[in-house]
Antibody, heavy 118, light 111 residues
Framework: EVQLVQSGAEVKKPGESLKISCEGSGYSFTSYWIAWVRQMPGKGLEWMGIIYPGDSDTRYSPSFQGQVTISADRSITTAYLQWSSLKASDTAMYYC???????????WGRGTLVTVSS | NFMLTQPHSVSESPGKTVTISCTGSSGSIASNYVQWYQQRPGSAPTTVMYEDNQRPSGVPDRFSGSIDSSSNSASLTISGLKTEDEADYYC??????????FGGGTKLTVL
């Protein structure tokens, strides 16, 4: 089955670090870009950035550049989104999604809920 | 910055037709493809339209997409509305820097 499986919900304190994952299966993981999308509570979708696991080429939204790091380990067909120092405002659902050629996302993970609270 | 603007909400009765608009802020919306995603409460988004007017398999033909260059807008039209269509709908494209852009989302109520 073609799918993206995301890691489970996280509860963290401000200042802590975090790395969440998105494992692709059922397709050639290195042949498709994987994007990360944020959805804050009750709000819309925001594109954070994208990575091509084939060569780890990574692009960031200007809004998220320097705030997060996107990476991938093609040996285990997994993409990552990480923070070095979380803030309460990072509380959100985070989705990974596979990009097709003409810039649309045809496959989505179920999301990872990140809660940052003291 | 390129932006996509959607109405905050629309509502219509079952069996009727509704159109959700997505207006580009600058340039020509026809320059890059527009996609539409449906997001039901508590669920991840799913694609209901891609490349302006292409339906993924499994999406009923009650869903259609179009581009109107004169108004620099894309539209998603849903005919024969069903209660199961009630959801948030997001349009998406990308800008000249290949940055993905989402519209703010439209809440569709089928009442």
């Amino acid at each position: 089955e073609v799918q993206l499986v995301q890691s489970g919900a996280e509860v963290k304190k401000p200042g802590e670090s975090l790395k969440i994952s998105c494992e692709g299966s059922g397709y050639s993981f290195t042949s498709y870009w994987i994007a990360w999308v944020r959805q804050m509570p009750g709000k819309g979708l925001e594109w954070m950035g994208i990575i091509y696991p084939g060569d780890s080429d990574t692009r960031y939204s200007p809004s998220f550049q320097g705030q997060v790091t996107i990476s991938a380990d093609r040996s285990i067909t997994t993409a990552y989104l990480q923070w070095s120092s979380l803030k309460a405002s990072d509380t959100a659902m985070y989705y990974c999604a596979r990009r097709r050629g003409n810039w649309y996302f045809d496959l989505w993970g179920r999301g990872t809920l990140v809660t940052v609270s003291s | 910055n390129f932006m996509l603007t959607q109405p905050h909400s629309v509502s219509e009765s079952p069996g009727k037709t509704v159109t959700i608009s997505c207006t580009g802020s600058s340039g020509s919306i026809a320059s890059n493809y527009v996609q539409w995603y449906q997001q039901r409460p508590g669920s991840a988004p799913t694609t209901v339209m891609y490349e302006d007017n292409q339906r993924p398999s499994g999406v009923p033909d009650r869903f259609s997409g179009s581009i109107d260059s004169s108004s620099n807008s894309a539209s998603l039209t849903i005919s024969g509305l069903k209660t199961e269509d009630e959801a948030d709908y997001y349009c998406q494209s990308h800008d000249s820097s290949n940055h993905v852009v989402f519209g703010g989302g439209t809440k569709l109520t089928v009442l």
